[in-house]
């Protein structure tokens, strides 16, 4: 199920990024672009808070649990040799909840810089390195 959900918050960054090129190289920006890109932003904000509650769930639920091998599999996902990727994957998935902040929602080249901050190394390297070493 997580992986699903970051596959939607991935197709929708990707989805700034166009309608933010478009509205880079369009002289006076009409308003149907600002409101489709305020709504993906939206729900990559909605996106990002779930997957964080959702890890949080699944930390809360391996870490209680009774089952030795579950507990020390997180043990090591948060401090063993790849933990660099688990909490450089905790940040950037976090990392749309900065669109709380008015001037980054209203700003098109703000908005497609912080998609290529999120989507880059987060989906594209991150993710994956992260689902194959677990």
Do not use: D
Request: proline share 2%; with cysteine; aromatic share 18%.
């Amino acid at each position: 199920m997580y992986t699903a959900i970051a596959l939607c918050s991935e197709f929708v960054h990707y989805g700034i990024i166009i309608f933010a090129l478009i509205g880079l190289f369009v002289v006076s920006q009409p308003k149907w672009l600002l409101i489709s890109v305020n709504s993906m932003i939206a729900v990559a904000v909605a996106t990002s808070a779930f997957l964080l509650v959702y890890t949080g769930y699944e930390t809360y639920g391996a870490l209680s649990s009774e089952s030795v091998y579950e507990r020390s599999q997180f043990r090591y996902q948060y401090l063993g040799t790849h933990a660099w990727v688990y909490w450089t994957i905790l940040f950037l998935t976090a990392t749309p909840q900065l669109w709380w902040i008015t001037k980054l929602r209203k700003s098109l080249k703000l908005q497609m810089a912080l998609c290529l901050v999120i989507i880059v190394p987060t989906f594209m390297l991150f993710h994956r390195y992260g689902m194959t070493i677990r």
